[in-house]
């Protein structure tokens, strides 16, 4: 939709299939070669003249995010969960809560319950969470937060994201 309004359009998505260049693209492209080769040390570099360690998705986030920096508008795939995710230093427009699964147990919790928590911490105070509505209700139990149902999925009310910001 962006593209062919002539924007220019970002995605950020984890894990790839058959090149680490499918993870950051613009209008549909693969960051090339060259923009990783030229980036990825940069970041290498920042991180250590700032004695910052990071992981791979931490340098992968931060190579996607150097890459973006004329884009219009950008779509960020967080990593195993929402609340200590390296995109969430992004404020969005909306949050997507797509599923809620036993993946990733042993960094994420062991319950669908705790799951829910770590996935809800993408949730910022303003802005609108879209999900199936099974997952909304998940997380609006398990985060003390109200739900409103809008048909095709559901949004969480903004003043309802009070309770989160103290956990």
Known sequence: MYQAAGYRDGLFVSPHVSSFRERIQIRGELISEEAVIAGLPMIV??????????????????LAFHHFRDADAVALEVGLGGRLDATNVVTPTVSVICSIGLDHTRILGETVEEIAMEKAGIMKRGIPVRTVDVMVRLCARVCGLGWRGTGRGSLFKEHDLTSLQAK
């Open 45 to 62: 570099d920042l991180c250590a003249a700032h004695k910052l360690p990071a992981t791979f998705f931490e340098l992968t986030t931060a």
